[in-house]
């Protein structure tokens, strides 16, 4: 079972930035969808983006559309990012990596093979 790790969570103010970092042990991404997702106050699950790395389509949730950035590692297919803009209190939340086929664009949880364990961000003044 592939096991996935993200980095990258913390504090910070509103109108800030974040990078989030997600890996996977011992394998690449070159034959998956990657997505994140987040728990929130108002969500249990909530899409945040996703990227099908045979391609590179990407997908964005409506409240995160303009300010987030989904983008895969360059040189080798090991790691995801997450680029956060403008982040505002709502964006607080633990954020979950997840992988699944590249058959879909991965923007349910229905879809998801692993999770990752989350990281915490906090959005706050």
């Known amino acids: 079972q592939v096991q996935l790790a993200e980095s990258g969570g913390g504090l910070v103010q509103p109108g800030g930035s974040l990078r989030l970092s997600c890996t996977a042990s011992?394998?690449?991404?070159?034959?998956?969808?990657v997505a994140w997702f987040r728990r929130t106050q108002t969500s249990e699950r909530e899409f945040v983006a996703t990227i099908r790395w045979k391609d590179r389509l990407t997908d964005y949730g409506s409240s995160v559309r303009g300010r987030f950035t989904i983008s895969g590692d360059a040189a080798d297919a090991t790691a995801v990012y997450l680029h956060m803009n403008n982040l505002k209190p709502e964006d607080t939340g633990i954020y979950y990596c997840a992988i699944g086929s590249s058959t879909v664009i991965l923007n349910t949880p229905l879809h998801v093979w692993n999770w990752g364990q989350g990281t915490q961000v906090t959005v706050s003044p």
């Open positions: 011992g394998r690449s991404f070159s034959t998956n969808s």
